[in-house]
């Protein structure tokens, strides 16, 4: 990842190969954002009417290259979009921060020292351009071979921005090394579970997921179990395992644990983790299964999260639960027709085998509930429908209590995670009656996500707070990259999650 420093340097003086300065949309024209006076001072004063003659506008998401001036050591000025310049007296959206950061840094690919100069009010929006640099800054190259290893260049595009030097970040100021460290944790987690939704669904089974989760508890002090097949068949996860039953690579259940001496609350958090996901006997058509992979988003989410809050220390006991199984289609695949009893007890008829992600959850949501913690919150890249229905940046929140879901969208909205609130509405629910079963897992085709969300509910243990995340539009972009956000698994949710822990420990949630 790129290496991040605070600088009280001067930019003029500073040593770099560019210079990131942040430009806004004035009224009568672009405005260079505060921070980059000195740069300004350089071209005289007049860099507003030169980006203007270069037809920059300051709109978000646009990058304009300049020569630098004799003035300046660093060669280059990247003068980034931070889109509508804020009232008087008032400061940036750390948003539109954070993206501009996010593009700047995608725009520096390749390039091996840039110093930042965007405005920066408080230590706050220092995370926000450090949270967004390292984003924007991620590339996945792990299986890039085909040219020859010591071209670089060739093998794996431009390396990514090697170092950043934010100035105007005071080094020995608490909250901005505070703020630093965390964007730092963070970030890195997150880049981790876009690594892991971008590999290949042949390289990453339930297992090889389950032994990555290992390593990582290992490594920060987290308690992993993991149950496998057997521990599965011994402990009647019927939902977990009629979902793995058509794989060679047989599925996992993966409890793992951050606790802390000082928690007063319990944060459980539920995660789909379908390795890949080809629908099952209810084959998925051609054009819809390339991108299955990402349908571990979920559990990728949940595990950065109990990371992050391990990393970050805070006083709150977190639990992930991962459930890990990869869908297939062969002669020892759950059918349609097939009823399956869950680890709940209910029995569940399978009409679809491609609604999967419903049955592993529900095994995970009611191991999740045995513990009482205080609130779970589950996340799926769930259904077709949430898609149909949000479009592919927002992330639709169904919950068993309205306050909950409304306390989870201002945590999204906080992060800059687009989400909206979705209705339970009861009378889906008789959709789901089966003549044979106590439920089946499909019910009335409108409403899809909402029909999966009450399926989902019937799994959560009396009287506990729930909240489920369907991710199915943002987890992975299959278009070009904006903003923070790569092509590729996008690591959706994750600074949701870690918001919610946050606001569990200080006592701000339920
Ligand atoms: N993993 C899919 C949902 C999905 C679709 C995620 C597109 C990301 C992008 C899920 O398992 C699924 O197949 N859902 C079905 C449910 C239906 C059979 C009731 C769907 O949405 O079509
Ligand atoms: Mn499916
Ligand atoms: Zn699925």
Redesign the pocket.
């Known amino acids: 990842m790129t290496a991040l420093t605070l600088s009280t340097s001067a930019a003029p003086g500073l040593r770099a190969d560019a210079i990131v300065i942040g430009v806004a949309k004035g009224a009568k024209g672009p405005v260079v954002a505060p921070g980059a006076e000195a740069v300004d001072k350089a071209y005289d004063g007049k860099l507003a009417g030169v980006l203007e003659t270069l037809g920059a506008s300051g709109a978000e998401g646009e990058v304009t290259k300049l020569p630098s001036p004799a003035g300046l050591k660093a060669p280059l000025v990247v003068a980034v979009g931070l889109g509508a310049e804020p009232e008087k007296d008032s400061a940036f959206d750390p948003e539109a921060l954070r993206k501009a950061a996010g593009v700047a840094a995608r725009a520096l690919a390749g390039v091996k020292k840039a110093a930042f100069v965007l405005p920066l009010g408080d230590a706050a929006d220092l995370g926000a351009v450090a949270e967004g640099l390292l984003l924007g800054a991620y590339s996945f190259t792990a299986y890039k071979e085909s040219a020859s290893k010591n071209d670089a260049k060739a093998k794996n595009g431009k390396a990514p921005l090697a170092e950043a030097a934010l100035l105007g970040g005071k080094p020995r100021d608490a909250a901005h090394k505070a703020a630093l460290a965390r964007a730092t944790a963070v970030a890195e987690e997150l880049n981790r579970a876009r690594d892991l939704v971008n590999m290949p669904p042949n390289d990453l089974n339930p297992e090889a997921f389950a032994s990555i989760v290992q390593a990582a508890g290992k490594e920060h002090g987290l308690k992993v179990q993991v149950l496998d097949v057997k521990a599965l068949e011994k402990g009647g996860y019927g939902g977990i395992l009629g979902v793995g039953a058509g794989s060679t690579s047989g599925p996992r259940l993966v409890k793992l644990s951050y606790t802390s001496s000082k928690a007063k609350k319990h944060l459980a958090l539920v995660g789909k983790g ?1 390795t890949y ?1 080809s ?1 099952g006997i ?1 084959l ?1 058509p051609a054009g ?1 299964n390339e ?2 992979k ?2 571990m988003s979920g559990a990728a989410a949940v595990f950065a999260a109990v990371v992050s809050a391990a990393r970050l220390g805070l006083e709150v006991n977190v639990t992930g639960w991962l459930a890990l199984a990869e ?1 297939m289609p062969s002669g020892s695949a759950t059918r349609p027709g097939d009823v399956l009893r869950m680890y709940s007890g209910k029995t569940v008829e399978v009409l ?1 085998t ?4 419903r049955l592993v959850l529900a095994d995970a949501l009611w191991a999740a509930s045995a513990e009482k913690p205080d609130a779970i919150v589950d996340v799926a ?5 949430m ?1 149909l229905a949000l479009g592919s940046r927002t992330f639709g929140i169904m919950a068993n209590d309205d306050a909950f879901r409304t306390a989870v969208h201002e945590a999204a909205e906080e992060v800059g995670e687009p989400a909206w609130p979705m209705p339970l509405p009861e009378h889906l629910r008789k959709g789901m009656d089966s003549p044979t079963a106590d439920i089946a897992n ?1 019910g009335e085709r409108m409403g ?1 996500g909402l ?2 969300g009450l399926f989902l509910r019937e799994f959560v243990g009396e009287g506990i707070t729930w909240a489920h995340l369907d991710i ?1 539009g943002p ?2 972009n299959d278009g070009g990259p904006f903003g923070y956000t790569p092509k590729g698994g996008t690591g959706s949710a994750v600074r949701t999650l870690v918001r919610l822990a946050e606001l569990t420990a200080s006592g701000d949630l339920g």
Do not use: P, Q, R, Y
């Open positions: 379908i996901d629908g209810s998925k819809h991108t299955m990402c349908d869908n679809n491609d609604a999967e992600g890249t769930l259904t077709g429908a898609m499909m899809g029909v999966a199915a987890a992975f």
